[in-house]
């Protein structure tokens, strides 16, 4: 067991509450995600350590069983547990709370199968992890690891693909997982026959207990991985390449499988899920997969008609305006929207807006005037039928 797990406060880590909710801990990291990642401080090394404890703190804080593990192992140290007495320098527990001696690796030494490992069950999952010494988890699932990052609307709209700097827990690279020195190979238990359970009959009862051979794992490591300890996992920084898809709206999750937490001894790796957050565009809006635009037009484009060039994802096409175009209309331009899965894309819809003039100089004040007195000569009255008018 590495016993500088139970000595980090990962709420603390995250400046939140022992009470915090699921949401309150996402936010929390996301914020100090931001504000302390490797590319935003670039060369501080303090930042950097600090985005790996806040890496790791959410990691166990954001998984619910592991949380769940972590809370009750903290409140058992904090009440005395395992005893009055200190942990003795061999790795015994010195007399006070039992008689004689106890060995911490009894406690925490992964009980498998059966359930009926003590403490191996509730912490063994949690706490043989990333330490020094012999592991003492049998193998399992890496759990699902969550990050995000940020596009242009343009890119969300047409797909790309984004590098992803992530630090936390990774497939050894010496060991490949498996935990045993390169050229060596972890060996089936021969007591427990892999199982990392002992069963025993007494009387009309019978019992299962973790392997004290193999500690629960089902398998003996003679000689462990230098850089990962037995473990299979280490804490390291890596770049992922991720493929946003065409169309992808703000908030969407992309699911990347088997690129979360490396699993424990040579187990699956969890998921990576990617939260996109989407900036807003100068010119274009959204609309499920149609695209939405403003266009400024003259009051006399509007009456005489034109064809005026609007921009697209991939360049311009001309949109034509029919004369007595009403102020406010939306015209439809098919397929020039956002690309769907199915190969197609949605709409451009594309809303006429006339835009005033602060100011005219003086022939072309004349000639408004003019055209004002010819437009109520012609008895056009813009207000007819209006409020009862």
């Known amino acids: 067991m590495n016993r500088e797990w139970l000595e ?14 699921a949401d309150d801990v996402k936010k929390a990291y996301r914020k100090l995600a931001r504000d302390l990642h490797p590319d935003k401080n670039p060369g501080d090394a303090a930042a950097e350590e600090r985005f790996k404890a806040v890496s790791e703190a959410h990691a166990v804080l954001s998984d619910p069983e592991k949380r769940k593990e972590y809370d009750e192992a903290r409140r058992l140290f904090a009440s005395g547990g395992f005893g009055r007495g200190g942990f003795a320098p061999g790795g015994g527990y010195a007399p006070g709370g039992f008689n004689g001696e106890f060995n911490l690796g009894d406690i925490f030494g992964g009980a498998a199968g059966g359930g009926d490992g003590g403490l191996g069950d509730l912490l063994g999952g949690l706490f043989n992890r990333g330490g020094g010494g012999r592991a003492s988890s049998r193998p399992r699932r890496g759990s699902d690891v969550e990050t995000e ?11 790309v693909t984004v590098p992803l700097r992530m630090t936390s827990p990774s497939p050894c690279t010496t060991c490949h997982g498996s935990g045993a020195k390169p050229g060596t190979s972890p060996r089936v238990c021969p007591h427990c026959n892999g199982t990392g359970v002992i069963s025993r009959n007494q009387g009309a009862f019978g019992f299962s207990e973790p392997c004290e ?24 920084t890596r770049t992922i390449t991720v493929r946003v898809p065409p169309g992808v709206r703000d908030g969407q999750r992309i699911r990347l499988a088997g690129q979360g937490e490396a699993g424990l001894r040579g187990a699956p790796a ?32 509007l009456v005489l008609g034109t064809t ?22 939306t015209l439809r331009v098919r397929g020039r929207g956002v690309p769907k899965r199915d190969g197609t894309s949605g709409d451009l ?26 437009e109520k000569a012609g008895g056009f009255d813009p207000r007819a039928g209006w409020a009862g008018a």
């Open 308 to 329: 005026v060039s609007v921009p697209t994802l991939d360049g311009r096409v001309g949109v034509k305006v029919p004369a007595g175009t009403a102020d406010g209309r």
């Open 8 to 21: 980090k406060d990962f709420y603390k880590e995250l400046g939140v509450s022992s009470s915090a909710s």
């Open 349 to 374: 819809l594309v809303t006429v807006k006339v835009a005033v003039p602060q100011k005219l100089d003086d022939e072309a004040t004349e000639a408004l005037r003019h055209y004002a007195e010819a």
């Open 270 to 301: 969890g998921d990576l899920f990617v939260t996109v957050h989407v900036s807003n565009d100068k010119v274009f809006g959204r609309t499920g997969d149609d695209l939405t635009l403003v266009l400024p037009v003259s009051y006399s484009e």
């Open 149 to 159: 990052t940020t596009l242009g609307f343009r890119e969300a709209a047409q797909g």
């Open 213 to 236: 051979d193999c500690r629960g794992t089902g398998s003996i490591i003679d000689d462990p991985c230098v850089d990962c300890h037995g473990t299979g996992i280490q804490n390291r």
